[in-house]
């Protein structure tokens, strides 16, 4: 989404000089790149003179070029017109409402919101009150029993209203309750009255409009329908990863007043984010989200294993566990997405064959006897001539793998006996990252 903004904004990196045509150039360009992404044309309009005017009259701070200033001011005035402030999310007690039209993610998105509760250690139940769909209860039972999540239904209750009642009996106890609503193709009043019956029982405190991206502009409409209905307190935005009018959702919603509090990247349970404007522009305009990347980082880490790392023998069976925490992650891709590599990436098809070869590797340890792992060293020709064909791959893929274990055995060495990550690459991109315009 809004990529031409990068390149618009590259190319006028690469211009010699910053005058009013490579400024009216760049605004044009970026003008371009919104209404793609369908953004409303007035409030284009409006970003693009405020950019205009303050690239041409603002001063330019000492310490930096004309051109940086101009980079810069893109990058604060697209935060302000995507949300400006990353949204409060209270780890307290509290009943979420999930409301929207159909498809737009609303089961998804509760057993997603419930994992990211869980995972700051609050106790969470579901209710499906959905009982438009026939397998609605299904659907979430099935995630629910995936993730190991409380969940309530019932499916011969025809009921919406004596669902939540029941729900909230046997969620007494919980802290997070979240509810999870049916969709029609529009607000009708039928949808709008099941709304209403339904909060009043549920008196939630949270009430989230569930809006998909791929909607562009028209999530005004919606919001401002559902909001005048409920009294929204905030929006998720979901399928951000597949389609390029995410960010007409986000600045509508903004124009119209209300929140944007979470993001849905993908179809997985982890593909959830809390909605950080900052996070959000930097990410878009290449400069990486070093905070996203720690954040996943530290939920990946698991200390007993770093200070097995660092005491004991590195053995295959810790390459593994390291390879694991990798891809819990996330995918490759995202998290190279996430670095501050100033544009620098990876060819895509590089990392999809890393990601594929990961998973082979996983497979051909899997192969190896308990003793083996421990201590590779111990691999002959029959060794290796065995376990490839056991786990079906050539034996030069297997000796790559042992290839890697090893110089990561080097690296592991270098960093006991080293600085620790006070001088590690962790420090670099920091540095890279403190370097960039508006950080
Ligand atoms: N790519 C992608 N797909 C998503 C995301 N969130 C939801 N989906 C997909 O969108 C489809 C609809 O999601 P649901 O959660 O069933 O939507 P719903 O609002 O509950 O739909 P109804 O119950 O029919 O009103 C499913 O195929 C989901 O996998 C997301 O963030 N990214
Ligand atoms: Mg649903």
Redesign the pocket.
Known sequence: MFDKIKDALSKFARLGVADKAAIDDLVRDLQRSLIQADVDVSLVFKLSKSIKEKALDEKVPKGLTRREHIVNIVYEELVVFLGEEKPKIELKKQKIMLVGLFGSG??TTTSKLAKFFIKKGLSCGMISC?TW?PA?YE??KQTAIKLNIDVYGDAKQKDPVKIVKDGLKQFESKEIIIV?S??RSALDSELAEEIKNIDEVLNADEKLLVLSGDIGQAAKKQAEEFNNLVGLTGVIVTKMDSTAKGGGVLSACHAAGINTKFLGTGEKPDDFEIYDPVRFVSRLLGMGDLEGLLEKAKEAFNPEKAEELMKGEFNLEIFYSQIESMKSMGSLSKIMDMLPLGGAKLPKEMMDVQEGKMNQWRIMIDSMTVAERKNPDILNSSRIERIASGAGVKESELKELLKQFNMMKKMMKKMKGGKGLKRGPMANMMKNFKGLPGM
């Open positions: 609303k089961t959905d769909r609605a659907q979430l999870d049916a969709g």
